[in-house]
């Protein structure tokens, strides 16, 4: 293992602080960017929470990349600075406070999160010859997903190492190809374990190109945090691609592309969340639920589901099924024993535009906003009468969404983020107070691989922010080939072209 | 000597009585803010309100820089730092409000719920409620301020507290999202997301505890859940017929006659309650109302009577259900519900539009339909001169109104006057409405919307003052308005 470190550190300090004084000056200058707002007759709250809004962009697909850093509360550009080449994807860990990269050199990127620039930015340690497919942030461990040794390589952070700088280690086998890990936040109360959810085939872009073509079930291995041995391994559907954990841990959902389906793991019993029907404590029958079969849109043959988020409020699980052009919305409660409830599984299919790679969810269960890669559009589903709502333009061919509605805010001053690979245009809707279809737009270095805001985490949103979102093996590539139908390869799927 | 004294001190507290009642001058004196007329706002997000960052704020309603010279004379013009004291929770959402019995009750984000002492102007003694177990989808406390019900559904539980005895218990019930408390504080009812069913709460007897402790098997057929097990002292049941047989069979029963059930509201005389059934504006397919005995559902044991029949009244409520209030229309009570309704947009689509529908409580027919803001209503409060205000809130700019080819207003406020039948305004986009409040006696209504508070008069409610949201709103975002010194219970959005 070599430990990298960066030459770049002092150049991109000094380049850091000679953005984040220009962007204080003009921000000094702009008053009020920081600060409260002047109410404008039109009734625009004074002060809105401040979060951090991080988009990872890139010039090109070889060279440098770069990470820029927005003050939600006026969307002004604070740090801009430079990392590895061609970066592919990123996490911020569960407090929201570092990130960290993976770039197509093989190496791995950490930066601060603030919008003061304060922290150093370098290179994590990573285990030699990995490639890695993904990030999983948790806390004060990391988890690399090596699909060069199908493993997950464990990430410490050491005395004498930076804050946010992270070395890696101590791979643990898993299946091969491993795309997505999920569970709560590192030292969440009665955390046991992580899943690690594994293609169980060789790492590539058939779960891209033609998922419902792959039989072979995936893998979900459960790998014990205490003793980083791998504890269960549970069988999933075709093409897993995505995983995420409800917000109280008790269940996790996987979903596979290949199959149509989900695949629910009860964590506690490190098993399928299957089960005997039995009464419950109160006297209720209980059924278990270890599969939800999630059915296309009208017209569609498959679902194909790529992203979901939880809704902790409401007990609501939100995929959008990229290759059925359509969003599930499925109740995954549970009863106060931690049974699943009675409607548990309960879905409704909502369709939307075409190939929708991500969405975003309000903490408050109230609507989602779907990005629709293929129609450049963004859907607004209101997920109490499930149906969409509005459908409006956007920038680009978005892969991307991310919201800052958290536990502290709520849908009336929410921001809507959307991130396209194609543009350097971050594009911002207000979800409430200028309306829905309100856009304006920053620009920052390059094509936006990802944004993501610092205030969701997992734990209180079902966002989550700490596991990255891997362009290729299954999920939506950057910037896939729609019109000429040629298929794409990983090199294709991970690049800005 | 010393009954002289006392004479003096009893005649002196006695004319204050009556003095505090005659003029409100005098009533200044008896509020630390000094102020007879008060608007109680829950701002989130705030800064330099007790230098915290959310707050209750007062304000007075007599002293707003505004238009209406007549009703407002500026006494205090500009105070905007008059706050609850001892208020220390995050992020509130809604307030409660019991004005004739000079309290408030307040619940946030951070799941925190606090009793306000509208005299005091400061959380009450004892006011903060212990006992819910999670953050809360809706939350109520029963009058006479002894016992809450409010729904967990992240925890899948429904919290009962007894405020008097110290003691507090979770029934089951997965996905609840939903509570009622009736005026009376005598029937209490929970709800649950994606469930055709209603449910009611029962304290026990101690004759019912006793036959109830051994267990499920021990409990009626429609008991939910009844806790503590061992000697239970409350029970959830389901609304169903005596030949319910527990079990999948109670979705049998319910679906007849309740569809995605949301709220209810009290008959005019109490003795039956209204379910409000959205229909497709919450996942279901058809909106109505449908009534049940309150009779059968009272809470406390012993009080209940009769057995819920297999047939009940139900009537289709074509334009959505999902609020409702009774208003005084032509010299008739009549019941006005609003909700939404899928329909035809002008674009050739299909969009989610707001309707408020009149319902005559005597032949339960739907005497009319209005078009009114889209968006969800969850806002609806009456006020002087005959108006009824209707607030909505996520959706009213994606309604059927912006989905139409003309330029409709799209705001989310909806005036109608229940005299002339006829809609009053339709409020151009600010932001959703998440709060109302009557100032009722004075011609006015506050209401929070997009984060601000603005008025308008009941007299003239097409006209808003272009400052008054600036004149009102504190450094933050206005979620919620209530008039503290109503004299009526019935000045509550919250039921």
Not at chain 1, 40 to 68: C, D, H, I, K, Q
Not at chain 1, 315 to 323: E, P, Q, R, S, T
Not at chain 2, 369 to 392: E, F, V
């Amino acid at each position: 293992m070599n430990r990298h470190v960066s030459h770049q550190t002092s150049k991109s300090a000094l380049c850091k602080n000679a953005r984040v004084l220009a962007g204080v000056a003009l921000c000094m200058f702009l008053l009020p960017c920081l600060q409260g707002q002047t109410v404008p007759a039109n009734g625009w709250p004074s002060m809105r929470p401040t979060r951090e809004v991080v988009v990872l962009s890139a010039p090109t697909s070889t060279g440098v990349g770069y990470f820029s850093i927005f003050d939600q509360a006026g969307d002004s550009l604070m740090v801009e600075d430079s990392i590895g080449n061609n970066p592919l994807l990123f996490t911020l860990d569960s407090t929201g406070s570092y990130a960290n990269t993976t770039n197509g050199d093989s190496s791995s990127n950490y930066f601060p999160v603030n919008v003061t620039g304060s922290g150093v930015i370098g290179y994590n340690t990573m285990v030699q010859g990995s490639t890695i497919s993904g990030i999983f942030s948790p806390g004060s461990v990391e988890y690399a997903l090596d699909v060069a040794h199908s493993a997950v390589d464990i990430g410490a952070a050491s005395q004498g190492y930076n804050p946010g700088e992270f070395s890696f280690g101590t791979p643990v086998s898993v299946a091969s190809t491993p795309v997505s890990m999920a569970g709560l936040p590192y030292g969440s109360a009665g955390l046991q374990r992580y899943f690690v959810v594994s293609q169980n085939i060789s790492y590539g872009v058939t779960c891209n190109n033609s998922p419902s073509s792959v039989t072979t079930a995936g893998e979900a291995d459960a790998i014990e945090i205490a003793t980083n041995t791998i504890s269960a391994r549970i069988p999933v559907g075709a093409c897993p691609v995505f995983a995420l954990s409800s917000a109280d841990g008790k269940r996790v959902f996987v979903l596979n592309r290949g199959s149509d389906s989900i695949t629910v793991i009860n964590a506690a019993s490190d098993s399928l969340d299957s089960c005997t029907p039995f009464v419950s404590a109160s006297g209720q029958m209980v059924t278990c639920h270890p599969s939800i079969e999630l059915a296309p849109a009208a017209g569609q043959a498959h679902a194909g589901p790529v992203y979901a988020e939880y809704v902790a409020s409401t007990g609501l699980l939100v995929v959008a099924n990229y290759d059925g052009n359509s969003v599930s919305i499925i109740d995954v409660s549970l009863d106060m024993f931690g049974n699943d409830s009675p409607s548990f599984g309960t879905g409704f299919t909502v369709p939307v535009g075409r190939h929708p790679a991500g969405l975003t969810v309000f903490p408050d269960g109230t609507r989602a906003y779907v990005v629709n890669q293929q129609d450049s559009s963004i859907s607004i589903v209101d997920l109490r009468s499930h149906a969409v709502v509005k459908t409006f333009a956007t920038i680009g061919m978005p892969r991307s969404v991310a919201s800052t509605a958290d536990s502290s805010t709520n849908s009336i001053s929410t921001k809507v983020y959307v991130a396209s690979p194609s543009t350097s245009n971050l594009e911002i809707i207000y979800n409430s107070v200028e309306g829905d279809n309100s856009t304006e737009g920053n620009y920052v270095n390059g094509r936006i691989l990802d944004v993501r805001v610092s205030s969701q985490v997992g734990s209180v949103t079902g966002n989550m922010n700490y596991m990255s979102r891997l362009p290729g093996a299954g999920q939506p590539c950057n910037l896939p080939n729609f019109s000429s139908g040629t298929t794409a390869s990983i090199a294709a799927c991970q690049s800005l072209q | 000597m010393r009954k002289k004294k006392m004479f003096l001190l009893l005649a002196t507290a006695m004319s204050g009585v009556y003095c505090a009642q005659l003029c409100p001058e005098y009533a200044l004196a008896q509020n630390p803010s000094g102020e007879s007329e008060r608007v109680l706002i829950a701002v989130q997000n705030a800064t330099g309100i007790n230098s915290k960052t959310d707050a209750l704020t007062l304000v007075p309603a007599f002293s707003m820089q505004f238009v209406d010279a007549q009703t407002d004379t500026p006494s205090k013009s500009g105070t905007t730092n008059l706050y609850i004291s001892g208020w220390s929770s995050s992020m509130p959402v809604s307030i409660q409000n019991f004005p004739t019995e000079h309290m408030g009750a307040v619940y946030s984000e951070d799941g925190s719920f606090n009793l306000i002492n509208y005299s005091t102007e400061a959380v009450a003694s004892g006011g903060s409620v212990s006992g819910l177990t999670g953050p809360s989808s809706a939350v109520l406390i029963a009058p006479g301020f002894r016992y809450v019900f409010a729904a967990n559904q992240r925890g899948g539980a429904l919290n009962v507290i007894d405020r008097t005895a110290n003691t507090s218990v979770s029934l089951n019930l997965p996905g609840v999202n939903r509570v009622f408390v009736n005026a009376g504080g005598t029937v209490a009812l929970a709800f649950s997301q994606n469930n055709n069913s209603v449910y009611y709460v029962r304290k026990l007897s101690s004759g019912s505890q006793t036959a109830y402790s051994g267990g499920p098997s021990t409990w009626p057929t429609n008991a939910m859940d009844c806790e503590p097990q061992n000697l239970p002292t409350y029970c959830l049941f389901q609304f169903a017929p005596t030949t319910f047989s527990g079990g999948s069979d109670a979705i049998t029963y319910s679906n007849s006659y309740f569809d995605h059930p949301f709220k209810a509201i009290s008959s005019p005389d109490g003795g039956t309650i209204y379910i409000l059934n959205p229909g497709p504006e919450y996942g279901g397919t058809q909106a109505s109302v449908t009534e049940i005995p309150a009779a059968v559902v009272m809470f406390q044991d012993g009080q209940q009577s009769g057995t819920p029949s297999t047939t009940l009244t139900k009537t289709l409520i074509p334009g959505g259900a999902s609020n409702a209030v009774l208003a005084n229309s032509s010299g008739t009570t009549q019941l006005f519900v609003a909700g939404e309704a899928f329909a035809s947009n002008s674009r050739g689509g299909c969009s989610l539009g707001g309707n408020l529908s009149q319902v005559d409580p005597s032949s339960f027919a739907v005497v009319n339909q209005y078009a009114i803001s889209d968006g969800h209503p969850t806002r609806m409060l009456t006020a002087d001169d005959n108006t009824l205000w209707i607030g909505s809130r996520d959706g009213c700019r994606d309604g059927l109104r912006s989905n139409n080819t003309g330029s409709e207003p799209n705001g989310c406020l909806t005036v109608f006057n229940t005299s002339s039948n006829s809609v009053a305004l339709i409020d151009t986009w600010n932001g959703d409405v998440t709060g109302l409040a009557a100032i009722t006696g004075l011609h006015k209504v506050y209401y929070a919307e997009g984060g601000s508070v603005w008025i308008r008069t009941t007299t003239n409610p097409s006209t808003v003052n272009s400052g008054a949201s600036l004149a009102v709103t504190p450094a933050g975002t206005a979620v919620d308005v209530v008039y503290m010194d109503s004299n009526t219970d019935s000045d509550n959005t919250l039921n």
